[in-house]
């Protein structure tokens, strides 16, 4: 595809369940990046793969929180034991290529603990 | 920590009045900075960027934005607004020598026909 998509676009889950969100970013880009974006608030990163190197997991607010990066593509975030303030937009966005540090963004997907 | 504050949090212009979104950022060092825009229903999307040379950078759709270093301020313009515009905007701050990104809480524009 021509850009980053995410799935599902809606998510609502009950307290307690696990969830797995789905990125797959630009064919060839190296860097991929979740962001959570709670009402009124601004971007808050989650995590960062890039290429083939360690994770950078420091913006995991708790160890609920996982993220895997399959052959160097396609991502999932996990989230374990869902609770209410979970509930955000979580976004992806890659990048790479001679624009390396343009983040091209996907749609986000909405999740809704109850 | 380094953070970006985006002062004005809702806007709402009449079309044809001149826009200036304020984003200021602490970080003492080199920074690259980037405004985003998210339509309504859309994905985030680049509307302009500043890595070095020129400070006043123009970006896509008219807009504009001026790096001053001294202030530590990456303010967005545009000289006339149009009903289009209505959308969130968002002021990031990358530090060049690592991968991160941080984002300002966004200014919600409306522009009323």
């Known amino acids: 595809g021509a850009g980053v998509s995410q799935s599902p676009s809606n998510k609502v889950t009950e307290k307690g369940k696990d969830v797995e969100l789905r990125c797959d970013p630009i064919?060839?880009?190296?860097?991929l990046y979740w962001y959570r974006q709670s009402l009124g608030q601004g971007l808050e990163f989650l995590i960062y793969f890039q290429g083939n190197s360690a994770p950078d997991k420091s913006g995991l607010p708790s160890d609920r929180f996982s993220a895997e990066r399959t052959g160097g593509s396609v991502s999932t975030l996990t989230i374990q034991r869902t609770q209410q303030e979970d509930s955000a937009v979580y976004l992806c966005?890659?990048?790479?290529?001679?624009?390396?540090?343009?983040?091209?963004f996907g749609p986000g997907t909405r999740l809704t603990v109850t | 920590a380094q953070s970006v504050s985006q002062h004005n949090h809702h806007v709402i212009l009449s079309e044809a009045a001149s826009l200036e979104l304020g984003c200021n950022y602490s970080y003492g060092g080199t920074v690259n900075l980037f405004w985003y825009v998210q339509y309504p229903g859309q994905h985030l999307q680049l509307l302009l960027k500043y890595f070095s040379g020129d400070p006043l950078v123009k970006g896509i759709k008219g807009f504009e934005a001026e790096f001053i270093k001294s202030k530590f301020s990456f303010n967005l313009r545009k000289p006339s607004v149009q009903w289009s515009d209505t959308a969130e905007y968002f002021c990031a701050v990358r530090d060049p020598g690592t991968y991160k990104y941080i984002f300002g809480t966004g200014t919600r524009l409306k522009v009323l026909a």
């Open positions: 064919s060839g880009h190296t860097a």
């Open positions: 966005a890659s990048s790479g290529g001679l624009r390396l540090y343009e983040q091209y």
